[in-house]
């Protein structure tokens, strides 16, 4: 049913959980998982900061999707891993896209306080604009 199972990241305790889910889901169904972690440019920056920020968001990314990896590691399951850059929304579904995935599985819950309110949901923005099944995992 699953061959390719997504699973964005932005390291928080729901994301994990996600994660946690999403390895589950594709060792029952021998299916590879995708960990994604999209450098969020919507935040703004003075240009001089942009090419610092980038750098610490990918070295953040690192530490998400190492986490995966270290969950899909542990159950067996195949994984795949990648960093983007851009709008996380436009990020998960390109990727989706782009890799043939069969199902995505998202946390309800990531980032926290004022960034938040002002971003919007970024996993209530891949539900409407996906063209893949959407699992949300609410946070623990």
């Given at each position: 049913m699953y061959q390719k199972i997504l699973v964005p990241t932005d390291g928080s305790d729901c994301a994990t959980n996600?994660?946690?889910e999403a390895v589950s889901v594709a060792a029952q169904f021998d299916a590879e998982?995708?960990?994604l972690y999209a450098v969020d440019v919507r935040i703004?920056?003075?240009?001089?900061e942009v090419?610092?920020?980038r750098e610490e968001m990918r070295a953040e990314?690192?530490?998400a999707i190492g986490e995966v990896e270290q969950l899909a590691g542990r159950e067996g399951v195949e994984y795949?891993?990648?960093i983007r850059v851009?709008?996380?929304r436009d990020v998960v579904?390109?990727?989706a896209d782009d890799a043939d995935i069969d199902l995505i599985v998202m946390g309800t819950h990531g980032r926290r306080g004022i960034e938040r309110m002002v971003l919007g949901s970024i996993t209530e923005g891949v539900v409407r604009m996906s063209d893949v099944p959407v699992l949300t995992v609410p946070r623990s």
């Open positions: 996600a994660a946690a998982v995708h960990a703004s920056r003075p240009n001089a090419e610092t920020y990314g690192e530490g795949v891993s990648d851009g709008d996380p579904t390109e990727y």
